[in-house]
């Protein structure tokens, strides 16, 4: 299924990328697909409460969400076999407008014996990194 | 309050069996924007070579974060939850899981170190079939903010 041609990928190949657009009603779709019911997520009045500036994403969803464009280029889902991210920013969820997440990605090395090729995901939010070290390994073998 | 250094290299107790189903995997694939068929359409998966739709790379989380629990409930573990971030997540698949997968979790604690007036806590999850078939590894940083 479309799968890209190992034999054609170098290091440091851009991959397409994506923006995606986040608003309360993702967080509670995400909340209820996931079942991490944390209020941090939906509400306001308890976001607030515990210092935080507002609602914010679940590190899961920026997360599940910035793979799609992995799992695009690579043809099948099935073929992410490893993917590792660190959360280095809240992404917070304006209630009148939501937010947009930036998403790109560029070949990091290539496992020429296996096959594996792992892309360096980058997330980010007006400019501000929301993932780091969010690497992706593909399966192409 | 700093977590309780002894639980490291404690392992907690496997969840209840969840069977994944092409419902759950649906509606998980929908709320991370997950377009690929092959979540949602048998025929596509079968192609493939799947026996049913396959789950999303992180859609493991779900059976994972039920075995956390276990760790984060743990009242000689002392986690504040109120005050817990989470830092970083890793999965590695070592199949996709698929619809009609019945599975466990079970969570060990990797390692537990104070850093700034902070704990972070590493976490390890297997994910496995009933049958004792190990689908998906995943790891976890929790950071328990300090008092300050």
Avoid: C
Wanted: no cysteine; hydrophobic share 40%.
């Amino acid at each position: 299924m479309g799968a890209p041609d190992f034999d054609q990928l170098s290091v440091g190949d851009q991959i397409p990328g994506a923006t995606v657009h986040v608003e309360r009603a993702t967080m509670v779709r995400y909340a209820g697909a996931s079942l991490d019911f944390n209020p941090i997520h939906y509400d306001d009045r308890f976001a607030t409460s515990v210092g935080l500036p507002d609602v914010i994403a679940h590190g899961m969803w920026t997360m599940g969400s910035a793979i799609q464009i992995v799992v695009d280029w690579a043809g099948d889902a099935g073929r992410v076999v490893e993917y590792t991210v660190r959360f280095s920013a809240p992404v917070p969820v304006p209630y009148d407008s939501g937010t947009d997440v930036a998403v790109a990605g560029r070949v990091k090395s290539l496992d020429e014996e296996r096959r594996r090729v792992v892309i360096d995901i980058t997330a980010s939010v007006g400019g501000a990194k929301v993932l780091s070290r969010a690497l992706a390994t593909v399966d192409l073998g | 309050m700093a977590v309780n250094p002894k639980v490291e290299g404690r392992t907690y107790p496997a969840t209840k069996p969840y069977v994944v189903s092409r419902a759950k995997i649906a509606e998980f694939a929908r709320a991370v924007g997950a377009t690929d068929p092959v979540h949602l359409d048998p025929a596509v998966a079968r192609e493939r070579g799947y026996s049913d739709v396959i789950a999303p790379p992180t859609f493991a989380v779900l059976v994972a974060q039920q075995a956390e629990a276990h760790v984060m409930t743990d009242p000689e573990a002392g986690i504040d939850y109120s005050r817990l971030v989470h830092g970083e997540e890793g999965f590695v698949h070592h199949r996709p899981l698929v619809a009609g997968d019945e599975v466990t979790a079970h969570t060990t604690v990797v390692r537990v170190r104070a850093a700034g007036g902070h704990s972070m806590v590493n976490l390890r999850t297997e994910v496995d079939t009933v049958d004792g078939e190990n689908v998906t590894t995943t790891t976890s940083v929790v950071v328990i903010r300090g008092d300050s």
